[in-house]
């Protein structure tokens, strides 16, 4: 990728769980210098387990680790004096969290009028904003447990897109407001909250409300924009989704598996003659597929410009040859010295991935560099470690 593209901005990150640490996340991998702030002993979601088991190897590559005791007066004057020297600061705790430990943005700004403020809630101002959320609260609040589930069950996605999307959306806050202090030397405070976060990704579904009257149905009941836009049986038990979502590219299907019958019918011609024909259509492209092995179809299909797709599962990543061959996957080592592969950020700069080998930071790792970075001399860092204001 060349110079880093964040190259030069330093970051002090008080964060936990998942919602902040994609902020500083990717920040660090676009080049930006993270400073992670942890109690003594670690952040505690490094020992999550079962789902949560992820969250810290995945969110915290390429960060340092600074542990503060923010109980203690003399680490919250570390704390502080890390904050005020960073270019950007990042924090999800409680509304009013940073405030009571005098590390909230009014204050940290009327010190260091450049800095850029990035707080990450369950809501912003409003009715709502002392609530508690998690990404599960925000998903069934804002509509998306609903569009996923059947009829009446509602369900959660199967991953924490609100709080990692919710994450984006602070970064990008941070990077714009970066740009602005490029012209006016102005820091900014930064806000993105999960409800607010969901209620975008849902504004589809509310564009389709005031277009056509309709409330929009639940995703596994809805009624398909396209007549051929399923998950269909194989013929060794398998599972491929298939869409057929222009005109064009019904006329390349039915070629391409010799329904000819099919298209010599000018009343399946135009998509939406296509869906009106779905209760009749449907299982006869369903049996027509079952007659070819997972591999059979999608050896007919690659090439063809008709979108296909396994149903993956997420364990299949570390070897799919696409992510591989691409640098989609970057080694992490692990907090215990094992290896891994974990994915990097979905773009590409000049041609090239942005993310490169990364070491997890064991808790406090980086203590007394970052001590020694904010001018601070050995006794004055042994004194406060024997104190236990940092670790």
Same mark, same amino acid.
């Given at each position: 990728?060349?110079?880093?593209?964040?190259?030069? $901005?330093?970051?002090?990150?008080?964060?936990?769980?998942?919602?902040?640490?994609?902020?500083?996340?990717?920040?660090?991998?676009?080049?930006?210098?993270?400073?992670?702030?942890?109690?003594?002993?670690?952040?505690?979601?490094?020992?999550?387990?079962?789902?949560?088991?992820?969250?810290?190897?995945?969110?915290?590559?390429?960060?340092?680790? $600074?542990?503060?005791?923010?109980?203690?007066?003399?680490?919250?004057?570390?704390?502080?004096?890390?904050?005020?020297?960073?270019?950007?600061?990042?924090?999800?705790?409680?509304? &009013?969290?940073?405030?009571?430990?005098?590390?909230?943005?009014?204050?940290?700004?009327?010190?260091?009028?450049?800095?850029?403020?990035?707080?990450?809630?369950?809501?912003?101002?409003?009715?709502?904003?002392?609530?508690?959320?998690?990404?599960?609260?925000?998903?069934?609040?804002?509509?998306?447990?609903?569009?996923?589930?059947?009829?009446?069950?509602?369900?959660?996605?199967?991953?924490?897109?609100?709080?990692?999307?919710?994450?984006?959306?602070?970064?990008?806050?941070? $990077?714009?407001?970066?740009?602005?202090?490029?012209?006016?030397?102005?820091?900014?405070?930064?806000?993105?909250?999960?409800?607010?976060?969901?209620?975008?990704?849902? &504004?589809?579904?509310?564009?389709?409300?005031?277009?056509?009257?309709?409330?929009?149905?639940?995703?596994?009941?809805?009624?398909?924009?396209?007549? $051929?836009?399923?998950?269909?049986?194989?013929?060794?038990?398998?599972?491929?989704?298939?869409?057929?979502?222009?005109?064009?590219?019904?006329?390349?299907?039915?070629?391409?598996?010799?329904?000819?019958?099919?298209?010599? !019918?000018?009343?399946?011609?135009?998509?939406?003659?296509?869906?009106?024909?779905?209760?009749?259509?449907?299982?006869?492209?369903?049996?027509?597929?079952?007659?070819?092995?997972?591999?059979?179809?999608?050896?007919?299909? !690659?090439?063809?410009?008709?979108?296909?797709?396994?149903?993956?599962?997420?364990?299949?990543?570390?070897?799919?040859?696409?992510?591989?061959?691409?640098?989609?996957?970057?080694?992490?080592?692990?907090?215990?010295?094992?290896?891994?592969?974990?994915?990097?950020?979905?773009?590409?700069?000049?041609?090239?991935?942005?993310?490169?080998?990364?070491?997890?930071?064991?808790?406090?790792?980086?203590?007394?560099?970052?001590?020694?970075?904010? &001018?601070?001399?050995?006794?004055?860092?042994?004194?406060?470690?024997?104190?236990?204001?940092?670790?």
């Amino acid at each position: 990728m060349g110079e880093a593209l964040l190259a030069g $901005i330093r970051v002090a990150e008080f964060t936990h769980m998942v919602m902040g640490p994609t902020v500083g996340a990717i920040l660090a991998e676009l080049g930006a210098e993270v400073v992670k702030v942890e109690a003594i002993g670690g952040d505690a979601t490094r020992r999550l387990m079962g789902s949560g088991a992820g969250y810290f190897p995945m969110y915290n590559r390429g960060k340092a680790s $600074i542990c503060i005791d923010l109980k203690s007066p003399d680490g919250l004057g570390v704390a502080r004096r890390l904050a005020v020297s960073a270019d950007v600061v990042i924090e999800n705790f409680r509304p &009013g969290a940073m405030d009571r430990l005098g590390l909230g943005a009014g204050s940290l700004r009327a010190e260091n009028p450049r800095l850029i403020y990035c707080s990450e809630k369950g809501f912003l101002p409003g009715p709502y904003e002392n609530r508690t959320a998690l990404d599960e609260v925000a998903q069934m609040m804002g509509g998306l447990a609903y569009m996923t589930g059947p009829p009446g069950r509602p369900l959660r996605a199967g991953a924490s897109v609100i709080d990692v999307t919710g994450g984006m959306f602070g970064a990008i806050g941070v $990077i714009a407001a970066l740009e602005r202090r490029h012209r006016t030397g102005e820091g900014a405070t930064i806000q993105a909250g999960l409800f607010e976060t969901t209620a975008y990704l849902m &504004g589809q579904h509310m564009a389709q409300m005031a277009v056509t009257g309709v409330p929009a149905a639940p995703m596994p009941a809805r009624v398909s924009a396209w007549a $051929i836009y399923d998950v269909f049986e194989t013929a060794d038990g398998e599972q491929l989704f298939v869409g057929v979502v222009t005109d064009a590219l019904w006329a390349k299907f039915c070629a391409l598996f010799g329904l000819d019958d099919l298209w010599a !019918d000018a009343g399946l011609r135009a998509n939406n003659a296509r869906v009106a024909a779905r209760p009749t259509l449907l299982p006869r492209i369903q049996a027509e597929l079952k007659r070819f092995s997972k591999a059979e179809l999608m050896a007919r299909l !690659d090439g063809s410009g008709l979108p296909f797709a396994p149903i993956g599962k997420p364990e299949e990543l570390f070897d799919d040859p696409h992510l591989l061959a691409g640098g989609g996957l970057a080694p992490v080592v692990l907090a215990d010295g094992r290896s891994t592969m974990l994915p990097v950020l979905p773009i590409a700069v000049d041609g090239a991935r942005t993310g490169g080998p990364a070491t997890l930071p064991k808790p406090g790792a980086d203590t007394r560099a970052v001590l020694a970075g904010l &001018g601070l001399g050995e006794a004055e860092i042994a004194a406060l470690l024997q104190a236990g204001a940092v670790g």
